[in-house]
Structures are given as structure tokens and as C-alpha cells.
């Protein structure tokens, strides 16, 4: 025998949670929102676009006053007799906007697109990397003195 307790509260809480989710999923959907993973290495950022079934030649990379711009095109055709009864693709274009900091270099910005992920190089701006600073020892003039 299993028992256990049934809130009502818990229960709208996670039918009003589940609603808004596909409500918010759906609206990224329809609006064409490419997802992305952003990494940091030592020497550059890797931004990744996950664009599957984009043909290459629609895809476009953008750099205008410290904003990167993704955008690609997804079409499909259909014959008069095909009847769609489910659709989650979004179909058309597709973009992503991302906000460059001033401590990368926007003029050497690389892009490679393979099996369906777009992946975008930035490197980082040498005097934005970290660096070793010298500790002065005893003996040498010090600072502020």
C-alpha cells in the first residue's frame, strides 16, 4: 500500500508551473531563439549555437558596435497533400543576439559551422588576460615612500 498526502496547493502550484513553462517554451519557439552555451577558456570565449537542420549558406555572423548577431533561415516544403498536425520546429529565420564585453576582440572573431552546432571563437584581449604581478622584497624602494 503506498500512501501519500495530496495538497491542492502543490498541485496548482505545479499545474500554473507546467502551463508557464510550455507557455514561455513555446513563445522562444515562435519567436525563433537560437539556444547557445557560452565557455571561457584561457585564451577566448566559445559561444556554441545549436542550429540543426539549418542549411550553412543561410547562416550569418555579425559584429555591429559590441553586439554579436547569429541569425539563419530554416525552411521546409510541403506538398498541397501533406497535412501538418503537429508542429514544435520553427521554421523561418532564426536569431540570437549576444552582447560583447569591451574585453574581447571583436575584429578576430572566428566561426565554423559542423553537425549542426555553430561555433563562434572570440579571443580575449591581451591586457584583459590574466597576468603575474612582480612582488617587490625588502631592499627595493617601496611603495608609497
Known amino acids: 500500500m503506498l500512501l501519500t498526502t495530496i495538497d491542492p496547493f502543490v498541485q496548482e502550484f505545479e499545474r500554473q508551473f507546467d502551463r508557464l513553462t510550455r507557455q514561455l517554451w513555446g513563445q522562444a519557439a515562435e519567436q525563433g531563439i537560437v539556444p547557445m552555451d557560452g565557455i571561457r577558456r584561457k585564451d577566448d570565449v566559445l559561444l556554441r549555437f545549436d ?3 539549418i542549411d ?10 559590441g553586439v554579436l548577431t547569429v541569425t539563419a533561415r530554416r525552411e521546409e ?8 498536425f503537429v508542429r514544435e520546429r520553427v521554421m523561418g529565420s532564426l536569431t540570437r543576439r549576444v ?3 569591451e574585453h574581447l576582440d571583436a575584429d578576430n572573431i572566428e ?16 591586457q584583459a588576460k590574466p597576468r603575474k604581478i612582480e612582488i617587490r622584497r625588502a631592499g627595493k624602494k617601496a611603495l608609497g615612500r
Open 99 to 101: 552582447y560583447l564585453s
Open 56 to 65: 550553412p549558406d543561410s547562416i550569418e555572423v555579425t559584429v555591429d558596435r
Open 51 to 53: 542550429l540543426p537542420g
Open 111 to 126: 566561426a565554423a559551422y559542423k553537425d549542426g552546432v555553430l561555433a563562434v571563437r572570440i579571443p580575449v584581449l591581451e
Open 77 to 84: 516544403e510541403h506538398t498541397e497533400d501533406d497535412r501538418i
